[in-house]
């Protein structure tokens, strides 16, 4: 059992570095403060953003939401009593 932990732990570690990595790549939102308050911040009127899902930067959100989970999940499996 100490053997797949430490396996675990290792893939926790490299899944939380290139997360931190994933995040630092996406593109910064502009909405700013005026966004929230005037709520202009999410109209998603041009093609860029209607088509947003098919680009590398789409991909790059959705995959970044699902490793998240995944070490989210990873976390709580990890915090099991695994030794008792």
Known sequence: MAVLFNILMVVFLIGCIGLVGAIL????????GMGSITGMGN???????KNKRRSAEGALERWTKIGAVFLAILAVVLCLPIYG
């Open 25 to 32: 790549l996406q593109k910064k939102r502009s909405a700013g």
């Open 43 to 49: 109209v998603a009127d041009t093609y860029w953003d």
